[in-house]
């Protein structure tokens, strides 16, 4: 299996290319073709397997098949994570892999000030990377509003719910639109129903 038979834009595939991958993972090659196709889903797969790809590379290529001529930057997809690392290492990859495609993104995770977080999320970002509690924290101020969301992904879940933040979670949920498509990961799937 190849990349261009999973139906990846060319922006995509030279971006993929850049970065020296031959093939889809495991879970890129089940994820993909779902979320392309509008589908909620549920992927069960570890740090360490591709999982980001899993969802990043379909999420930008929805964005860019949605994109409409001159309008306004609003925030379309919010992926949230249960650490700073993983939600700068999410960033980095949408970085590398919508390099040819024009969206800006922004990652805010709590810890330290939020001042440059603040300045690029009002600067107009399309992808939101967050840590739960920043995120509800810049959403009590005003700053961040999620009435635009159309991609939601909960990354590692499972460790979510071991960190705690089953409740930050929620009052995050509860402010997405309900027409969405949802992306749940998780290294394991008992806890998670
Ligand atoms: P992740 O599970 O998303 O943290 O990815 C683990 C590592 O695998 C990261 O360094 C990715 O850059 C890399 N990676 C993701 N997909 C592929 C692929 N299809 N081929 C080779 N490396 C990949």
Known sequence: MTFTELKLIKPLLTALDKKGYKE?????????????????????????????????????????????????????????APTRELATQISDNFKEYGENLGFKHAVVFGGVSQFHQVVAIKSGIDILIATPGRLLDLMQ??????????????????????????????????????KRQTMFFSATAAQIS
Do not use: W
């Open 24 to 80: 889809p993972s495991p879970i890129q090659q089940q994820s993909i073709p779902h979320i392309l196709l509008g589908k909620d889903i549920f992927g069960c797969a570890q740090t360490g397997t591709g999982k980001t790809a899993a969802f990043a590379l379909p999420i930008l290529q929805l964005m860019d098949a949605n994109k409409k001529p001159n309008q306004r930057r609003e925030i379309k997809a919010l992926i949230l």
């Open 141 to 178: 101020q005003g700053i961040i509003k999620l009435g635009s969301i159309e991609y939601f992904v909960l990354d590692e879940a499972d460790r979510m719910l071991d960190m705690g933040f089953i409740n930050d979670m929620k009052k995050v949920i509860a402010k997405l639109p309900v």
